[in-house]
């Protein structure tokens, strides 16, 4: 199985092949394909909050006799 691979938007539900993609599955009418969707999610807010709440768990543990490190 030979891999595809595009970066497209979604609008009105449907993902738009470009062009050059297109052409190539215009000789692959009636065949099996497999379509992976994988959704650029770096801006979720759920991220953030995980980041924020791991910074401050850690920092829970640190006390000021630990700043003798901070020099190395």
């Not at 609008?11 to 394909?33: G, Y």
């Amino acid at each position: 199985m030979r891999a595809l691979e595009f970066k497209s938007r979604i609008k009105n539900n449907q993902i738009l092949i470009p062009l050059r993609i297109q052409s190539e599955l215009k000789s692959k009418q009636d065949k099996n394909v497999r379509v992976i969707v994988l959704i650029d999610d770096s801006d979720s807010n759920e991220d953030v909050i995980l980041k924020k709440t791991t910074q401050t768990q850690f920092l829970n543990g640190y006390s000021d006799s630990d700043a003798i490190y901070d020099n190395y």
